[in-house]
């Protein structure tokens, strides 16, 4: 063979393309896997898949221990976009029972990313939720048919009772203005919070620390197992459970007597602020709100004129009416204003000048303590005269200041800071409020008369009227009105609710009304309907009728029992009643018999049934406008 | 000399370290975190070791025959082969498409497989008759068509990726007297197409992603471009081949001058409106292309030299080729085939569709790091992320299990193992053998070359396998017995004298 030398040369040639090929590849491979980051990531994506555990939501218990809420077992659809494959839709909404329409919007929903901004083809998304018992037999049952679909265990909520929806409260989903201002970021897309009552309130107790779990998905979507067995696995924490104070049966009781009324009922354990049963009425079955019926049953709920989502007992503002006037009483006592044995006159009511404000009472001079029976609007028309006249101040106006804040110690003007929410604060004018009205600040007393009798500008929740009541059976101090009793796993519940608020009123001169409203119940305004001595209740209350100027008058009872260790303070509040006694003191005294004899008596079973099957509806003027 | 003493055992080493290497990455590439046995034959690594297994007969077999024997039976061997193949387009299994599987009980072969050291067999044995010279028409036609049969018999078998292989043998040529023109030709070629088909559509601006079917809008920027690089090439022609730097260094600068003057005229000068239809960068560009023919065959009848001839031929071949690339690419290729192209020259993305491969290979490779995953820990790969990932994408696996390390260190392997086959080519002492094992060389330089490429996205994706790793008796046993021939050849070089 012989020798080319110039050809031999080319093995060189050869031999240096190789090499070159062969370190372009290197530094290609060296930026592929050294320099570039972001195919860790893109693997971790691939492979890694984090499914959340969803833990079980705390119980609700009354406050005997009866099972208030609770969970109920259901399911989730998922649909995961990327692992659709051949879908036998026709066989699909079969088993669905959905229409091919509803179906294909369902998707086009589930793919639009303007509504659904956690699109993603990679991941499970909802189809549908809270799918209960036998609709989950049957769809899982042939799920297996129909690849990329698949279930999430979930719980819903259930109640065992159709009672309270105001304070248990519901669970919806997680709106986007939530996610957004969700610091801890505990939630997303799709998961469940509390909405309304304590399900809202006590979040964070109830709704226990999500798991994870960290599985491997295979290429088609496929879940492989547990990453490294499961070492990165968190077990969900379940929701701490939580006792109110709530007595389910009286708050049953009171639903009853509520019912085809439009108010508020609030029954408050005076020694301790609990609240015993808090009524809102219209109210509604809060199992309404569960299950995949929510969102209609919702939109139906918001349609009602008579807006039975509304929580009356703390969102709604009265006029507290003639139940004010303990407060009166009290602020005169205080201040020296008036004594126990000063006589005020009332000649048919409150007279000055031209101007009259009436009173049932006719002409009569009283001490305090018969002007409360009577609920004499003369005597604390002439009452707040004496109060804003007082010479300890220079003027009208500073008086008025001290007034209010006498008011604001007693839990008016300001939210008391129950655990329900959308609480409002009810009205009390300060100084500005009617120099800036009266163009002047040399308004006189007879110009805001009419706050002296709850009307005018004042405006209460039942709540706080409640609280007064226990205020007042406390002689002079009060707790925060709470529904809380005890989360599992602390010691006590939260500080504010524990701790006493006094008022800027003494206790002695509480005695005075308590002795009032004593005698309201002995042959005053409450007697008739209310009195209870037959039943060995001591009972102290006091009417009100408030004027309503879009219809008939509000009737309103506040009171409490037994008078000298009182158990039970009451409010109650009936829209278009008319008088106090006649929706307000049958009802509220009711509540406290049952709750204190847990039995009505035979010779009371007339009035019950009449509260019972009484309808407030035909007075409603102002609801059917709407 | 003995056999042992003249038996290259630096390369059996190397087949050794990568058949073992190979036998690990197959067992990593399919398990699937259930902790199988790598001897479990129903998985790939068992049967991979039985593949191994009976390769060692096969090599016993390979060293016992004489070497001469190789040389007179290639005819025959190179025939048998040939209608093999042919009989595989008719009674091969249809798998995707793909003809070249016979199956027999329960084994497949692939034919194709073969086809390769039955076609370097044959090339040498042209290549060592008495009077054959590589640069007589007639014996390159010989060659020519010795290579292409195979090409054809298994491009009808639909396995294109197999088919391409052949080409790999222009080195050999090359070695064996082909002028380096056409390397430089052909490289000038691959160039044309990837500035013609990348820059004949407009770019996308960020973010914007091509789904399966849409087009970007047409561009007249790769036509431009590659008709302002043709006179340069043709001037590193005129310079590297016909050996004339100066007409070389004229052609370039005259080009050079006209398109930059084309530039400022353009931008400059206001032309008038009768004359602008006609002054336009592709005319101007058609004019130096022309321009460069027309003085290359002036050269050639002023100087009478043929190289000058063969020049005006390439650059006429450049033209005629980036004129009818465009045609070529959309209607020849299968859809598929022009996907992997147009992803790999970055025209279009679709991760879900024909870019899926890459992009998960990118994934698997990429995730690996510096030292990798480790062993059996690799999710992209256990996961069946990446697709053939026992066969043609194996090299995934060892990305990502074994990170850059394992990655730099198998491809200087190879790069090993090519530089020894080459070394041991060169001290053959007849033609026969020297040919053969630099076939043996183009083949494995191939197959890695594009394999490796493909799964890091340097060359469209062509399904060939990895040699040693990817799975596949078929696979194994052809680079078998391709090397063995080989090493057979090289232990009986001495005997000759």
């Known amino acids: 063979m012989q020798h080319d030398f110039k050809l031999e040369r080319r093995k060189y040639v050869i031999g240096a393309l190789v090499v070159v090929i062969i370190l372009i590849y290197i530094v290609r491979l060296f930026s592929l896997q050294v320099l570039e980051d972001k195919y860790k990531d893109m693997a971790r994506d691939n492979a890694f898949y984090n499914r959340t555990i969803y833990p079980a939501r705390g119980i609700i218990y009354d406050r005997q221990g009866r099972e208030l809420v609770y969970n109920q077992p259901a399911h989730d659809l998922m649909v995961t976009m990327r692992s659709v494959k051949n879908l036998d839709t026709l066989a699909f909404c079969q088993m669905m029972g959905m229409t091919r329409e509803r179906f294909n919007q369902r998707m086009t929903e589930i793919k639009d990313r303007s509504r659904n901004p956690g699109y993603s083809s990679y991941t499970p998304q909802t189809f549908a939720t809270q799918i209960l018992g036998d609709e989950y037999a049957r769809i899982s049952e042939s799920l297996h048919r129909f690849d990329g679909f698949d279930t999430s265990k979930r719980t819903i909520r259930q109640y065992k009772y159709a009672i309270a929806p105001h304070i248990l409260g519901n669970i919806r989903e997680v709106s986007p203005k939530e996610l957004k201002a969700d610091k801890d970021n505990y939630y997303r897309r799709g998961d469940f919070v509390g909405d309304m009552g304590v399900e809202k309130t006590y979040e964070k107790f109830l709704r226990g620390k999500k798991g994870k779990e960290l599985l491997l998905r295979d290429a088609h979507g496929r879940i492989k197992g547990h990453y490294e067995n499961g070492k990165y696995d968190v077990a969900p924490v379940p929701g701490n459970d939580i006792t109110l104070t709530i007595d389910a049966e009286l708050q049953a009781y009171a639903e009853s007597l509520m019912g085809n009324k439009i108010g508020a009922l609030v029954a408050i354990e005076p020694k301790t602020g609990e609240i015993l049963a808090m009524v809102s009425s219209p109210t509604f079955d809060p199992r309404l709100l569960v299950g995949n019926q929510r969102g209609k049953n919702y939109n139906a709920l918001v349609a009602n004129p008579y807006r039975p989502l509304y929580d009356r007992a703390v969102s709604a503002s009265y006029p507290p009416g003639s139940t004010f006037k303990p407060t009166q009483g009290l602020i005169g006592l205080q201040d020296g204003a008036i004594t126990p044995n000063t006589v005020l006159n009332c000649n048919h009511g409150f007279r000055f000048g031209n101007f009259k404000m009436g009173c049932h009472d006719g002409v009569a001079s009283w001490t305090i303590v018969p002007a409360i029976a009577t609920s004499c609007n003369g005597y604390f028309g002439w009452c707040l005269v004496k109060i804003l006249e007082n010479k300890k101040y220079a003027t009208v106006q500073d008086a008025f200041e001290q007034w209010k804040n006498y008011m604001v110690s007693m839990g008016y003007g300001y939210k008391l800071g129950v655990d329900i929410p959308g609480e409002t604060r009810g009205f009390i004018p300060n100084r500005a409020y009617y120099s800036k009205a009266f163009r002047t600040d040399k308004w006189k007393p007879i110009n805001i008369i009419s706050i002296s009798i709850g009307q005018g500008e004042i405006l209460a929740t039942p709540l706080q009227i409640a609280n007064l009541a226990a205020t007042i059976a406390n002689r002079g101090y009060y707790y925060i009105p709470h529904v809380i009793k005890h989360i599992a796993g602390y010691e006590q519940i939260p500080d504010t609710f524990l701790q006493p608020h006094r008022t800027m009123v003494d206790s002695v001169n509480y005695e005075w009304v308590v002795q009032g409203m004593r005698q309201a119940a002995v042959n005053g305004t409450v007697w008739r309907a209310g009195n209870m001595d037959a039943e060995g209740i001591e009972l102290c209350g006091k009417t009100g009728t408030a004027q309503n100027p879009h219809g008939k008058d509000h009737s309103v009872f506040m009171g409490f029992a037994p008078m000298d260790d009182p158990k039970i303070a009451v409010c109650c509040f009936v829209e278009n009643g008319g008088f106090g006694a006649v929706y307000g003191v049958p009802i509220g005294t009711l509540v406290i018999e049952k709750y204190i004899n847990g039995e009505i008596s035979d010779r009371r079973k007339w009035q019950e049934q009449n509260m019972l099957n009484a309808s407030t509806m035909q007075n409603m003027g102002a609801y059917k406008k709407k | ?497």
């Open chain 2, 1 to 497: 000399m003995s056999f042992f003493k003249s038996f290259d055992w630096i390369t059996l080493i190397i087949y050794i370290m990568l058949v073992v290497m190979g036998w690990f990455t197959i067992n990593a590439a399919s398990y699937t975190f259930d902790n199988a046995s790598i001897f479990d034959f129903s998985r790939p690594s068992g049967k991979q070791a039985v593949w191994f297994g009976l390769s060692v007969f096969l090599i016993i077999l390979l060293l016992c025959i004489d070497a001469k024997t190789y040389m007179g039976w290639a005819p025959f061997i190179y025939i048998g082969m040939m209608i093999l193949l042919l009989v595989t387009i008719f009674i091969g299994t249809n798998i995707n498409g793909s003809h070249s599987w016979i199956k027999i009980g329960t084994f497949s072969i692939q034919p194709a497989e073969f086809g390769k050291f039955s076609t370097s067999l044959m090339v040498a044995w042209l290549f060592s008759q008495y009077g054959f010279k590589f640069t007589n028409p007639m014996d390159f036609a010989k060659v020519c068509l010795v290579v292409i049969l195979p090409v054809i018999l298994i491009i009808l078998q639909n396995e294109t990726g197999s088919a391409l292989v052949y080409f790999s043998l222009i080195l050999l040529f090359y070695r064996q007297g082909l002028s380096g023109v056409f390397l430089w030709g052909v490289f000038c070629a691959i160039l044309i197409f990837v500035l013609g088909v990348k820059y004949s559509v407009e770019p996308l601006p960020d973010g914007v992603v091509l789904g399966k079917d849409e087009v970007a809008p047409p561009s007249m920027r790769g036509e431009h471009l590659v008709l302002a690089i043709i006179p340069f090439l043709t001037a590193s022609m005129l310079w590297g081949y016909a050996g004339n730097a100066a007409a070389a260094i004229r052609l370039a600068l005259i080009s050079l001058v006209v398109l930059i003057a084309y530039k400022v005229v353009k931008r400059y000068v206001e032309i008038p409106a009768e004359i602008l239809p006609y002054f336009t960068f592709r005319i101007v560009g058609q004019s130096l292309c022309v321009g460069s023919i027309i003085y290359a065959l002036w050269r050639w009848i002023y100087d009478n030299k043929r190289e000058y001839l063969l020049v005006a031929a390439f650059a006429i071949g450049f033209i005629a080729f980036q004129y009818s690339v465009g045609y070529a690419f959309h209607n020849v290729l299968k859809d598929h085939q022009r996907g992997r192209i147009e992803i790999l020259l970055g025209m279009k993305e679709d991760l879900k569709g024909d870019g899926y491969n890459v992009n998960q290979a990118k994934i698997a490779i990429g995730s690996g790091g510096i030292i990798g995953k480790g062993y059996l820990q690799g999710t992209q790969t256990k996961l069946s992320y990446v697709p053939e990932q026992e066969t043609d994408f194996i090299f995934c696996t060892i990305g990502e299990e074994k990170g850059f390390i394992g990655t730099s260190f198998l491809l200087l392997t190879y790069l090993v193992l090519i530089l020894r086959i080459i070394v041991i080519a060169e001290r053959q002492r007849t033609i026969f053998a020297q040919v053969y094992s630099y076939c043996v060389a183009c083949i494995f330089m191939f197959h890695v070359f594009i394999n490796v490429g493909m799964v890091i996205g340097l060359v469209p994706v062509i399904g060939i396998p990895l040699p040693f790793f990817s799975y596949g008796g078929s696979g194994l046993w052809s680079f078998t017995i391709l090397l063995f021939i080989m090493l057979k050849l090289d232990a009986s070089r001495i005997e000759r004298y």
